[in-house]
């Protein structure tokens, strides 16, 4: 099992090395190795996606990813930031699944920003498509403009696109998901303006003929933002496009009291998968000791489960993190009065006890 671990920027190399302990702990024969990426990357060898850390990742069963990003390269061409690391990565080995759960753990309930009885038990699966849509439909650019009320004015353009077979290989992901869950699916689009988002909606109601025992329904993305935060809990799988994904999951994400716990998977036809944190590189508190490791150790979880095919390692780490979090250690962005305050080493070495303890009794 080759694991290609990519910490990348601000926080990326504290939460990482946490999640590398863990999975050290497991007593699996791993090979693991480290290739730099992102702001990182640019620094040390002037791109954010080096041709030897692409073909490491391409090699790899898996890949454990930190975060990239820094306000520090907002000037930069936007070939050579950051970001072009982790969407080069998904379009280059085809990661266009993306699993993004949001779900409420019960000691953190009171850490959301909604009342508790509306997000507590809360579990929802976002299936956010991940190599379509306007990220990457072409053309695009700025120009002057050729015509339109302002001619000769400058203008910026990106293209909405999606094909009929993207968007069925994503229904089908969704689909087979809710058969593992509660066989309901809810697909978001714009059907009601937009072309590419009719096309969508047609495209997932066909697929959904082959699910019989599995509900569809649709919902437009502005009506998903609002019932997301007024009634969160009638989700269960919801399958939407690239950039609708990208913003409900964090809305999502939030929900749950702390992005700092949610762990994400993104998918290829292959099953080789990318694990991440749904959160960022955080630099505003990089280098203090102070993020939250679960994320990326629960991501190594998921990494476990989809690509490794270990369901039990990956029970044992998830079971390990509710026992940290029953003990009441709490890093700072879910910490509450009454509870412990750890760094993000001490929140790796009590995962670490966790599995070990529960290897002692087995
Ligand atoms: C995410 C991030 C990325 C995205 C950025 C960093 C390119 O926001 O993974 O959600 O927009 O997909
Ligand atoms: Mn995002």
Not at 6 to 34: H, N, Q, W
């Amino acid at each position: 099992m080759k694991i290609a671990v990519l910490p990348g920027d601000g926080i990326g190399t504290e939460i990482v090395a946490e999640a590398v302990k863990v999975l050290r702990a497991l007593d699996l024969r791993f090979e693991m190795e480290t290739a730099p990426v992102g702001g990182a990357a640019y620094e040390a060898q002037g791109h954010p996606l080096p041709e030897a850390t692409l073909q490491l990742a391409r090699q790899a069963d898996a890949i454990l990813f930190g975060a990239v990003g820094d306000w520090k390269y907002d000037k930069l061409e936007r070939q050579l930031r950051p970001e072009q690391a982790i969407l080069g990565l998904r379009k280059h080995l085809g990661l266009f699944a993306n699993f993004r759960p949001a779900i409420c753990y019960e000691q953190l309930t009171h850490a959301s920003s909604l009342k508790p009885e509306l997000v507590a038990g809360l579990d929802i699966l976002i299936i956010r498509e991940l190599t379509g849509d306007i990220y990457f439909g072409q053309p695009r650019g700025r120009r002057q403009a050729p015509d339109g009320h302002f001619p000769g004015a400058e203008e910026a353009f990106d293209t909405m696109r999606y094909t009929r077979p993207e968007i069925e290989r994503i229904a089908h992901v969704a689909f087979q998901a809710a058969r593992k869950r509660s066989r309901r699916v809810t697909s978001v689009d714009k059907a009601n303006v937009l072309e590419t988002f009719q096309l969508w909606k047609d495209v997932v109601t066909e697929v959904g003929k082959r699910y019989p025992d599995v509900a569809l329904d649709h919902i437009y993305v502005d009506n998903a933002a609002m019932q997301l935060v007024k009634a969160p809990k009638k989700f269960d799988v919801v399958v939407t496009g690239n950039m609708f994904g990208d913003i409900l999951s964090d809305e999502a994400a939030m929900l749950t009291g702390s992005i700092g716990m949610l762990p994400s998977a993104s998918l290829n036809a292959g099953n080789q998968g990318l694990y991440e944190p749904s959160h960022g590189s955080a630099p505003d508190i990089a280098g203090q000791g102070v993020a939250n490791p679960l994320a990326t150790i629960l991501s190594a979880a998921m990494m476990l489960r989809y690509s490794l095919n270990q369901p039990e390692a990956a029970d044992r780490i998830e079971s390990a993190v509710q026992h940290v979090l029953a003990q009441g250690l709490r890093t700072a962005d879910i910490w509450s009065q009454g509870t412990t305050k750890v760094g993000t080493r001490q929140m790796g070495d009590a995962v670490v006890a966790a599995i070990t303890s529960t290897k002692k009794t087995i």
